[in-house]
């Protein structure tokens, strides 16, 4: 079966203009730029300037849409942090973030961090994850 020139120029005008559409269709209905763009968080835990390790820190957003990400606190006191989302990405979307720690077992000394530590409530700590790289470290006070 011979192609006309007709059809052909049809077909090629019918892609041509299907081409933005589907850059627009693929633009608008992606992820945010804030959250394709996840900031690497690291750190380091420390209670009086010694290391402090053995448990999990996790960062809950502030913000609306409730985030989180957590890490294990390392005997070194270093810590990396791994979103809670189905896509397995390792970062953070950028924002403000409480932080508390969870102690590993049932079982773990209550010393090791002070109570006010251990609840998204009551920790007063808080940082902004920027853009890039973060390092963040923290020096927790001994716990009454």
Known sequence: MPLHIHTIRSCCAAA???IPAVILCCSAYGLPRAERDLAPVTGRVTRGG???????IVFEEAGPHGREAYGS???NGTF???PRDSLGRDGMVPATYR???LLRSPDAPDSLVAPEYQDARTSRLVVRVEPGWND???DLHEAP
Not at 50 to 56: A, H, N
């Open 16 to 18: 041509l203009a299907a």
């Open 50 to 56: 010694q290391p402090l390790g053995g448990m999990w």
């Open 73 to 75: 606190v390392q005997p």
């Open 80 to 82: 990396q942090t791994h």
């Open 99 to 101: 932080v508390y720690f």
């Open 136 to 138: 963040i470290s923290f």
